[in-house]
């Protein structure tokens, strides 16, 4: 259950969701392994950002921040995440499904508030996608 105070924009009718997706070569498997390494954690949150378990909070070094809030192994990472300490409540979910050649990787930033730039939030989505895969090979 996500909480919710007086200010949140997690309510708010005009938040925008961002989505963007990959397909990779790599096995579902061999993927997530990478996902989860330093090296993909970085990837996709940013440099000294770290995925952990169910609960632990992950911090990079642009100053973006969050809690992972699911953790499912091959399958989903959700993570809270904030642009600032003053920013409001986003959350981002990460699926992996198998796919003929690999494995389809989809981002799925949900609750943004309507003023952030949803472009570049895609774009920043996109380029996590471009480093996982480079790094997938």
Known sequence: MIEQSQGD????????????SRSVSQPVK???KLLVTREGAEALLGAGGELGDKGDSWHAADGTFGVIRSYHPLEQIRFSWHAAEEAPKTIVEVDLSAAEDGTKVEIRHEHIPAYFDASALTHKWEQALEKLAAAAG
């Not at 997690?10 to 969701?17: A, G, M």
């Open 9 to 20: 924009t997690l309510v708010n009718p005009v938040d925008t969701t961002v989505t963007v």
């Open 30 to 32: 061999e993927f997530w």
